[in-house]
């Protein structure tokens, strides 16, 4: 129950920023909670941090303007944490190295299979000036697929890799490894939303 209130919320907050934009600045107080590695949620405020300051801790304050009992997680210590626009969940992806140490993920898309963005900690940029980011996919309750992955992990062999990642939606694997027309490598978001459709009726 507490997990699935924990979705609802921030699926209404992600409905509420598609209606209005909404500002958070780095370094305040907000309202929010984390959830610990046991699933309790524990309601406070927590620091609004940039975007690689927020995948490697989670600062939370039981109250709003008194910093006694001020608490810092690392991605070890807790499951998730919630504050303002942003949930971020603890995984194990932090970027290329082979042996990937826990951070805090962003979702970007919540479902069976949760899309999240992760910053390169590296502090790259595009050409364009924005944060180079990776996309990342995660099945947190499929123990033939612990591991999260990337976009290029489906570049080779993508109809045998993608089909085994849904396998579980048997119809929509099925496709997916016959090559159906619609179910490519370029269809993959595609394919991704289909299955997290199945996953939420199933």
């Given at each position: 129950m507490k997990k699935i209130t924990a979705i609802i919320a921030f699926s209404l907050v992600a409905m509420t920023a598609g209606a209005q934009v909404l500002s958070f600045n780095v370094?305040?107080?907000?309202?929010?909670?984390?959830?610990?590695?046991?699933?309790?949620?524990?309601?406070?405020?927590?620091?609004?941090?940039?975007?690689?300051?927020?995948?490697?801790?989670?600062?939370?304050y039981p109250n709003e303007n008194d910093n006694n009992g001020v608490l810092n997680f690392k991605p070890e210590e807790i499951s998730s944490y919630f504050v303002g626009d942003r949930c971020y969940r603890s995984i194990h992806y932090s970027g290329g190295l082979l042996d990937k140490p826990l951070r805090f993920n962003l979702v970007a898309k919540d479902g069976g299979i949760t899309e999240f963005t992760f910053y390169d900690e590296d502090g790259s940029r595009n050409p364009d000036g924005t944060p180079k980011t990776e996309d990342v996919f995660f099945k947190?309750?499929?123990?033939?697929?612990?591991?999260?992955?990337?976009?290029?992990?489906?570049?080779i062999g993508f109809a045998n890799k993608m089909a085994a990642f849904v396998a579980d939606d048997v119809e929509l694997s099925k496709k997916v490894a016959a090559k159906e027309k619609g179910y490519g490598m370029l269809k993959l978001l595609d394919i991704i939303d289909e299955y997290n459709k199945w996953y939420a009726n199933k």
């Open positions: 370094g305040r107080k907000y309202a929010g909670y984390y959830v610990s590695i046991k699933g309790d949620t524990v309601n406070g405020f927590l620091r609004y941090g940039d975007n690689y300051e927020s995948q490697k801790r989670c600062v939370f947190a309750n499929d123990p033939a697929n612990p591991k999260p992955v990337t976009l290029q992990y489906f570049g």
